[in-house]
C-alpha cells in the first residue's frame, strides 16, 4: 500500500487513544472581539447562507424597520397619533365652547329685543293716552260753546259770518274725534243718557228719550259728556 492510500494518524491516535469525535464551533457571541484568526480578509465576499444578513440577537424580521413606519416619538414620550388626538380633542372643546357662548349670546339678543319691543309698545300707548287726555281736556272746555252754536241754530240765529265760524269750529272737534249724540225717540241709555225728567205715554213701549236740554259727546268709545234728556216712560 502507498503512503497516500493510509492517512496519518491524528496525535490522539498516536497517543493509543480512541479517536474523538470534532464538536462543532460554537457561533461568536455577540460583541465578542474576534479571535485573530478570523479577521476578514480585504476583498472577499461576505459568506452566503442562512446566516447572511441577520443581526446579533435575532432574524431581521424580529426588528421593526427604524424609518418611522410604527409612529416616531415626540420629544416628551408621545407618539404622533397621541399629538394628533389631543389637538382634535382641543378643537372640539373649543367648538363646543364657540357654539354655546353663540347660544348664549342668541338667548339675549332674542331677549333684548323682547324688551324693546315691549318698550316701544308701552312708549306708543302712553304716547297715545297722553294725546287722548289733552284732546279730552281742551275739548270738555269748548262744550260750552258747542251748546251756544246748537241753541242758536234752533232759533235760526246762525247766520252770516257767524255760521260760516261755527261749522268750521264743529269741523275741527269732528276732526279730533269728538262725536255728538242724543236725539228724540232714541231708547234711554243710563250709560249715555241723563235723565232729567220722567213722563209717561201710551205711544211708547220703552223708556225713551222725549227732549234734549244738552246733546251728549263722546271720543271713540270715551264718554265726554252724557246727554241731558227728559224721557217718556210707558203706561
Known amino acids: 500500500m502507498t503512503p497516500e492510500e493510509h492517512p496519518a494518524p491524528s496525535p490522539q491516535?498516536?497517543?493509543?487513544?480512541?479517536?474523538?469525535?470534532?464538536?462543532?464551533?460554537?457561533?461568536p457571541q455577540a460583541g465578542a472581539a474576534p479571535e485573530p484568526g478570523d479577521q476578514p480578509v480585504a476583498g472577499a465576499e461576505p459568506a452566503a447562507g442562512p446566516t447572511a444578513g441577520r443581526r446579533p440577537g435575532g432574524d431581521p424580521e424580529m426588528h421593526p424597520d427604524e424609518s418611522g413606519s410604527f409612529g416616531e416619538d415626540s420629544p416628551d414620550g408621545s407618539s404622533e397619533g397621541d399629538v394628533s388626538a389631543d389637538e382634535d380633542t382641543a378643537a372640539s372643546d373649543e367648538l363646543t365652547l364657540a357654539r354655546t357662548a353663540l347660544a348664549e349670546r342668541t338667548l339675549d339678543l332674542q331677549r333684548l329685543q323682547a324688551e324693546f319691543l315691549n318698550y316701544k309698545r308701552r312708549v306708543d300707548r302712553d304716547r297715545e293716552l297722553v294725546r287722548q287726555n289733552?284732546?279730552?281736556a281742551v275739548l270738555s272746555e269748548m262744550l260750552p260753546v258747542l251748546d251756544d252754536i246748537d241753541r242758536a241754530r234752533e232759533h235760526g240765529e246762525l247766520e252770516g259770518g257767524f255760521k260760516a265760524v261755527a261749522d268750521s269750529l264743529e269741523r275741527i272737534v269732528t276732526a279730533l274725534g269728538l262725536t255728538k249724540f242724543g236725539a228724540k225717540g232714541d231708547e234711554f241709555d243710563p250709560n249715555l243718557h241723563e235723565a232729567l225728567m220722567h213722563g209717561h205715554s201710551p205711544e211708547v213701549t220703552t223708556t225713551t228719550v222725549d227732549v234734549v236740554a244738552h246733546a251728549g259727546y263722546r271720543i271713540g268709545e270715551r264718554v265726554l259728556r252724557a246727554a241731558k234728556v227728559t224721557v217718556l216712560d210707558p203706561e
Open 13 to 27: 491516535q498516536e497517543a493509543g487513544g480512541e479517536p474523538l469525535e470534532a464538536t462543532p464551533e460554537e457561533p
Open 134 to 136: 289733552a284732546t279730552f
